[in-house]
Structures are given as C-alpha cells and as structure tokens.
C-alpha cells in the first residue's frame, strides 16, 4: 500500500511512520508544513529508508497536494496534521480555522477528485482516515457514562470546535459525495517524541531543571490516557479492517486527574535518579495555578465498539507507559534540547496542557 500522511513530523504522525516502516511492508509518503510542533529529527533514521518520502507541504496548498497525489498515487490517506493545543487556540483561534477546518476541507477536495478517477479495483481500496480527538464529545462530567461514538457534540475550545468541524466535514463528503473515509477519536496520548508544551513531557523536563510544575486550578481534571504505540497499532488497525462511512474511539483505558498524572512522573523521576543515589523529592515543585477559560472538567471515550468488532484493546499499562516516557526523555536529551534551544520555554504563560 502507498500511504500518504498529513503531519507526519508531529507525535502521534512520527510514531505511526515509524511504526509502518517497521511493521509493514507499505510505503509512506509525509507531507508536513514543519511548524513549531513539527520535527524533523524525530524521523532522522528514516531518511535513507527507499519506503520513505517527505516534502514539506502546507495541506493549504491545492497544487502542491495535487502534485504529490499525481505522483505517489496514494491508496490510503492517513490526516493527522492539525494545531491541537488547546491553550494556543485560545491565543490565537484563527490559525486552528485555518489548518484544522480549511485544511481538511482542501485535502477532502482533492481526495474526492483522486478517487473519482480510480478505477474500480483502487476504488475498494482508497480509504481517508481522519484522525481525530475525543475533546469533540466536550465535557462529560464526574458522573456520566463515558462518550459514545454516536454522542453529539459539545466542543469547548477553539481547538476542539475546529477538530468537530473537520469531522463534520469528513462525514459530509462521505454522505454527499461517496469518499470512503474512516474518522477516529482518540483520548490524550502520550510517550516518545511529544513536544515539550504536553503536560506529560513538560512536567518531566520542570523536573529536570527544577522549575516548578504548574497545574490548572485544583488538578482534579480528569482525563484518559493512551500510549502512542497503543495508539498507532490502532490507528494502521482501524484503516485496514474498518468500515467505510464509521467512526471508532480509541482509548487507553486511564482515567486518572491531572494532578495523579503529574505526581505518578514525579514519582517515576525520583526512582530513576534514586538508582544513581540522587535523591528528589519532585512534588515539591507542584504549583496550582490560575485555571484556564473553559477548562473541562473530564473526558472519556467508550471503545467497547474497536474492542468487539476489530479486537483491539491498548497494551501499555499507564504506569509502564509512564515509565517508559521518562526514560526516553531522560537519554534523549539531544533531542529536547533542540527544542530547548530554538526559544521554547519550560513555563510557557506558567501553563501546561493536558
């Protein structure tokens, strides 16, 4: 299969690529506009790999797409690239417009035009796999059942307003216009290669430097968390055996309050370095801070649907997850540092995300 990937330098899209190149015999073609979040470094060992290509495209841009489409002649198109950080968009809302609605809206286009001229044996292979968040169901509360994939919408921020309007979207070009599209919603992921605004990756770092750890208002916000690699088995999973037109949840099965999240890592920290005889005490560095607007109080997904009908449920227990984060971090400081050094700072506005 030809794989394109939009996002492909990000997280989650640096994973999946890595993933497929190891797992499968695919070709991956990476298209990503290499912004603030995206890092080409994170793919540096692919780059004489014959399976992998990269350009850096806007998804914006109709001709450069078009172009890539022409040539590579994709089967599966796999969107990952998005703005997703929530505090950003509250900043700056019309970049996430932009990207995550006008973006998709362009690639849908050009997809429709590509499938349009296959024929019909490429036809039943041509998938668009829109990933998406679970920020879309909004805010479920402490007491109701998890999220659905047939609950409605209730956004909250920018971010997740413009991630509900590219799946509408998605759905809409699937419905009118017979583009066989897959969409899943994803809970918070975490693990290698997350940029350092993350809650996780940027409490880790706080440590590292003994800068305070700042979190929102009480820290009792309750979130779900899924190991990137869980994640992106899923994803390659859901693309391959899914059915045209549904929507999936995809979620780690950790539903735990940002504050557990924050001292599980100190605690993680404090026993890697207790092993060298360096002794922390990493909560000291917890500073409640101001919260943020609309700050939701808990998100959760259902995925009882992957789990009956794919039979896919996520290996990484968060408390090894966690571990296995912190030691990424702690022996790729080369990496981080990168970043580090290009202006980004620890205590951005004295925010995290999560």
């Known amino acids: 299969m030809n794989i394109l990937i939009t996002g492909g330098c990000g997280f989650i899209g640096s994973n999946l690529i890595r993933y497929i190149i190891k797992n499968t015999s695919h070709n991956v073609f990476n298209i990503d506009d290499l912004t603030y979040a995206g890092n080409k470094q994170s793919l540096r060992f692919l780059k004489k790999n014959k399976r992998y290509s990269f350009k850096k495209i806007n998804i914006t841009n109709k001709k450069k797409i078009q172009s890539i489409f022409k040539t590579f002649k994709p089967d599966w198109i796999m969107h990952l690239a998005a703005e997703s950080h929530v505090d950003r968009s509250i900043d700056s809302p019309d970049k996430f417009i932009v990207t995550n609605v006008n973006g998709t809206c362009n690639l849908l286009n050009i997809s429709r035009s590509y499938f349009n001229k296959l024929d019909s044996k490429k036809k039943k292979l041509f998938r668009f796999h829109h990933i998406s968040t679970d920020e879309v169901y909004g805010d479920i509360g402490f007491k109701s059942k998890l999220a659905r994939e047939d609950n409605r919408y209730l956004p909250s921020s920018p971010y997740s307003a413009s991630k509900a309007s590219a799946d509408h979207l998605v759905r809409a070009w699937f419905k009118t216009f017979g583009l066989p599209i897959i969409i899943t919603n994803t809970s918070n992921n975490y693990g290698p290669y997350q940029y350092p605004e993350k809650l996780i990756p940027h409490t880790i770092l706080n440590i590292l430097f003994n800068k305070n750890i700042p979190i929102y208002g009480n820290g009792k916000q309750i979130r779900d968390w899924i190991f990137v690699e869980d994640h992106v088995e899923a994803l390659l999973k859901i693309v391959k055996k899914g059915n045209v037109g549904e929507t999936y949840n995809i979620g780690g099965n950790n539903q735990i309050t940002n504050l557990d999240v924050v001292k599980l890592i100190c605690k993680s920290v404090d026993k890697v370095f207790l092993k060298k005889k360096i002794f922390l005490n990493s909560k000291n560095l917890i500073k409640f801070v101001k919260d943020r607007p609309g700050h939701d109080l808990r998100y959760g ?52 995300t999560s």
């Open 301 to 352: 997904i259902n995925q009882s649907k992957i789990t009956k009908l794919l039979k896919w449920k996520p290996k990484i227990s968060f408390k090894k997850g966690i571990e296995i984060t912190v030691e990424w971090y702690l022996n790729n400081k080369l990496w981080w540092n990168k970043i580090l050094s290009k202006g980004y700072k620890l205590k951005r506005k004295g925010k995290t």
